[in-house]
């Protein structure tokens, strides 16, 4: 096979293999929901030591399609899930779950997902070895944008997870053949048929962001979204016409008119049967995920979304509000909880930016004179209610009315002015000084779970388990650090990256939403953005080295003092074209560093495999915006790049010309 078309196969693989393992993973072990990048960590880790293990003298990695298939197999076998009669809080994975505990699951899936990923890294070092350096990464890039938008095809199409196998074991045998060992063959048959089996499951289906599975229990259709109970429902009048967090916002809100209402985290539809029996004469109707709502659609007995006052929009709750001009009555967040983090991003979960002080000062322009917003879940800590009464507090300028239902449920519900809510006088009322809620979320720090700025312990031991295991596998796999002294600039090059890629991440979800959509987009423009840097360093003459250091310095400060919340206000097209100026001219810049150095070093797969590493490591500081924020990842990038520069070699940064 043509050693460009091999590297372009082995690099879809790669990036392929990735999204994959990220959205099985997370559907069939809901510990994985809270480390979204867990599973990137151990993908970086890997190809990292695959570039590291090459050597022209070793066969074929024949070991990778062993490993992923044993992966399907264990996790087929043991998943892990949410006990549905569970009362325990459900942040940070202090669940009550059935199947192996997050000190042992975690562990070994990093471990194998390294193992995993691997064998196509190995794959496409040998490529590098046998074209010129950046023509090698060129074709590894445009390899990569090819397995993204692959996966994001079918994540469009909604196709079930045996096709994703299919697909990974076709390009397998295709990429170790011409005639693969038996085993290898047998190790893909088994991966798919464990995919088959699970796709053939009754109820069982996947959306953009989850594992969907519904089971009937007579009148009442129950959804388990990753393993984590979602939704129950049944007829509107059995289920929520005398439930008091349901019923409870509308006696707050007293004779007031709810002519025209939203309602955002509509899911199955129960909330809109509850409001057009309360008399709503318009109703939008805002849920993230089309699979979701889709059951809704198909199975919910009231039929709301066929009535003619509804209006079904597939779309981020935030996003929707910053795009819309109309005014409503009355605002619901019902139940938008996802339970799962974005891919890309540590600790962005898809409901994070819905909860911002600057999300409900948004709610509270929508709102007509007389109108009023609520807001109901299973909130599960005083605290958080406190928190989320303190929001509400900020952004509408009194207290609003608190009443908790249970130990687990609440309901909060504000007018416009104070005149237009009126506060119940039950035991279950709450004024909001008596909860003792933390200050707001923010854009800039959207943590809605977490009570103070610090990272949990949980993180700190996922952190420190993730380092320990790639120090001693670097060095049993690559041998001597000193092999990658040379490059420790293309290491912090790595690191740095990393956390520019997650900044892209973050800014584009609060513009344009958290969909799986906009995700699909940054990552692919990340990876154009690259190979647009790749492309212009080898076809044109670009500046010295300190001339394109101080570049990025300047691109990071612009994108630093120009914050994303600034551009909320723009219309759709300006806000694109600044988001992308302002995201991805760094990105450029970086990476005609990275080319410019890459050019020019002795040992590529050594050098990449280095700056695979560097991007690892770049994952787990990530989580310092739990401390200081997002908007700060920008200067931790700035001081990455600053090391860098300080560690290039002499003869790089101030090159010799030869007369």
């Given amino acids: 096979m043509n050693v460009r078309l091999r590297l372009v196969l082995a690099s879809a693989l790669m990036l392929f293999i990735e999204l994959a393992?990220?959205?099985?993973?997370?559907?069939?072990?809901?510990?994985?929901?809270?480390?979204?990048?867990?599973?990137?960590?151990?993908?970086?880790?890997?190809?990292?030591l695959g570039f590291l293990r090459w050597n022209p003298t070793r066969g074929r990695p024949y070991y990778f399609p062993v490993a992923l298939a044993t992966l399907v197999l264990l996790v087929s076998a043991f998943p892990v899930t949410v006990n549905r009669g569970s009362g325990d809080v459900v942040f940070f994975t202090s669940l009550g779950t059935s199947g192996p505990p997050p000190w042992l699951a975690l562990p070994i899936i990093f471990i194998v997902v390294a193992l995993v990923l691997a064998g196509p890294g190995e794959l496409v070092a040998a490529c590098f070895n046998e074209l010129p350096r950046l023509e090698a990464y060129r074709w590894d890039l445009i390899g990569s944008l090819l397995g993204i938008a692959s996966f994001t095809a079918l994540s469009f199409l909604r196709a079930?997870?045996?096709?994703?196998?299919?697909?990974?074991?076709?390009l397998i045998i295709v990429l170790l053949g011409p005639v693969p060992p038996i085993w290898v063959s047998v190790a893909a048959?088994?991966?798919?048929?464990?995919?088959?089996?699970?796709?053939?499951?009754?109820?069982?289906?996947?959306?953009?962001?989850?594992?969907?599975?519904?089971?009937?229990?007579?009148?009442?259709?129950?959804?388990?979204?990753?393993?984590?109970?979602?939704?129950d429902f049944g007829r509107m009048t059995d289920k929520v016409a005398a439930d008091p967090q349901y019923v409870v916002p509308y006696d707050r809100i007293g004779d007031n008119p709810i002519d025209d209402v939203l309602i955002v985290g509509a899911g199955s539809g129960t909330d809109i049967a509850l409001a057009l029996s309360k008399g709503a004469k318009r109703i939008d109707a805002v849920e993230i995920d089309p699979r979701i709502q889709q059951i809704g659609e198909e199975v919910n007995p009231d039929k709301p979304y066929s009535d003619p006052r509804v209006t079904a929009h597939i779309n981020d709750g935030r996003a929707f509000l910053e795009r819309t001009n109309k005014k409503y009555d009355l605002i619901i967040f019902a139940l938008p909880d996802s339970l799962t983090l974005v891919a890309g991003a540590s600790q962005l979960r898809l409901e994070s930016y819905l909860f911002t002080e600057q999300s409900l000062e948004a709610v509270q322009e929508h709102l007509k004179p007389g109108g009023a917003f609520a807001m109901y879940n299973y909130?599960?800590?005083?605290?958080?209610?406190?928190?989320?009464?303190?929001?509400?507090?900020?952004?509408?300028?009194?207290?609003?009315?608190?009443?908790?239902?249970?130990?687990?449920?609440?309901?909060?519900?504000?007018?416009?002015?104070?005149?237009?809510?009126?506060?119940?006088?039950?035991?279950?009322?709450?004024?909001?000084?008596s909860l003792n809620g933390p200050?707001?979320?923010?854009?800039?720090?959207?943590?809605?779970?977490?009570?103070?700025?610090?990272?949990?312990?949980?993180?700190?031991?996922?952190?420190?388990?993730?380092l320990f295991i790639s120090l001693v596998s670097v060095r049993v796999v690559g041998g001597p650090f000193r092999r990658m002294r040379p490059y420790a600039d293309l290491f912090f090059l790595g690191a740095a990256f990393l956390l520019l890629q997650t900044k892209s991440v973050i800014g584009f979800a609060?513009?344009?939403?958290?969909?799986?959509v906009v995700n699909a987009i940054v990552f692919m423009g990340v990876l154009l953005a690259v190979l647009?840097?790749?492309?212009?360093?080898?076809?044109?003459?670009?500046?010295?080295?300190?001339?394109?250091?101080?570049?990025?310095?300047?691109?990071?400060?612009?994108?630093?003092?120009i914050p994303n919340s600034s551009l909320l206000s723009l219309p759709l097209w300006p806000r694109l074209i600044a988001a992308t100026v302002l995201a991805f001219l760094p990105i450029f810049f970086a990476n005609i560093v990275f080319s410019k150095r890459f050019a020019d070093t002795a040992d590529p797969t050594t050098a990449f495999g280095a700056n695979l590493l560097g991007a690892m490591v770049g994952g787990c500081l990530e989580y310092t915006a739990l401390i200081v924020g997002y908007p700060a990842l920008l200067g931790l990038a700035a001081i990455l790049y600053a090391a860098a520069f300080l560690l290039m070699p002499r003869a790089v940064r101030v090159p010799v010309s030869v007369a």
């Fill in 532 to 561: 647009a840097a790749v492309e212009t360093t080898r076809r044109f003459r670009t500046p010295s080295m300190p001339v394109m250091y101080a570049l990025l310095a300047a691109s990071l400060a612009l994108s630093y003092f």
């Fill in 439 to 466: 200050k707001p979320a923010s854009d800039n720090r959207p943590f809605l779970y977490l009570k103070d700025p610090g990272i949990p312990t949980i993180y700190l031991y996922a952190i420190a388990m993730i």
């Fill in 21 to 48: 393992l990220i959205r099985w993973l997370t559907g069939n072990v809901v510990h994985l929901g809270y480390f979204s990048n867990f599973v990137l960590l151990g993908s970086f880790l890997g190809v990292g």
């Fill in 160 to 170: 079930p997870s045996f096709v994703w196998g299919t697909i990974v074991a076709i």
């Fill in 510 to 516: 609060l513009l344009f939403g958290t969909t799986w």
């Fill in 189 to 231: 048959v088994a991966m798919v048929g464990a995919l088959v089996f699970e796709s053939s499951t009754l109820g069982v289906s996947w959306s953009p962001y989850y594992k969907v599975k519904t089971t009937q229990s007579g009148e009442v259709t129950r959804i388990d979204v990753n393993g984590v109970p979602h939704q």
């Fill in 379 to 433: 909130y599960r800590e005083d605290w958080l209610v406190g928190r989320l009464g303190n929001t509400a507090a900020a952004a509408f300028g009194h207290d609003p009315c608190i009443d908790l239902l249970s130990a687990v449920r609440a309901v909060i519900v504000i007018g416009k002015t104070a005149a237009d809510q009126t506060c119940g006088t039950g035991e279950e009322a709450r004024s909001l000084a």
